[in-house]
């Protein structure tokens, strides 16, 4: 399945970091910027998660929720959230099926080995619920500039 950049958002309920469902589409009137990463607490995640984190108060002024998903369990998403002391929801993906809704479950090569894993993506989604754009090309410490300069454009 391909997502693109126009269509509806795949709806979802996952439970966050202390349990509670989140539903993509209860956040419809707010722009959602969902993030997928592989593992919470690894060094490239943790880069990521907390340049989100530091620029929190930018995206809050331009009205933008911040999703991040793995597929880690939310006891992990907690030790994560707090060692971090992040600032928004992290949701978990145990069965990855949000994940491969999204295209980002695919197959991996790391150091010769070959395993199914997340593939390391964002989405901003509407506030109508329309995928308004794919954020695929970016590195881990840049990853938040990257989804600024977008929105300050646009």
């Avoid at 369990?73 to 928004?88: A, D, M, R, S």
């Avoid at 990855?96 to 989405?123: I, P």
């Amino acid at each position: 399945m391909t997502i693109e950049v126009g269509q509806i958002a795949p709806d979802f309920t996952l439970n966050d970091q202390d349990n509670n469902p989140v539903t993509l589409s209860g956040l419809q009137g707010k722009k959602v910027l969902i993030y997928f990463y592989p593992r919470a607490s690894t060094p490239g995640c943790t880069i990521q998660a907390c340049a989100l984190r530091d620029t929190k108060a930018e995206l809050d002024a331009l009205n933008v929720v911040v999703l991040g998903i793995s597929p880690d369990t939310p006891k992990k998403l907690t030790n994560f959230i707090n060692k971090q002391e992040l600032n928004f929801t992290l949701l978990a993906d145990e069965d990855h099926a949000t994940c491969e809704a999204y295209d980002v479950w695919q197959l991996k090569k790391f150091m010769g080995r070959e395993n199914m894993g997340v593939v390391r993506t964002s989405f901003l989604v509407d506030e109508n619920g329309n995928l308004e754009h794919i954020f695929n090309k970016f590195k881990t410490k840049d990853h938040h500039e990257v989804v600024l300069d977008y929105l300050n454009k646009n």
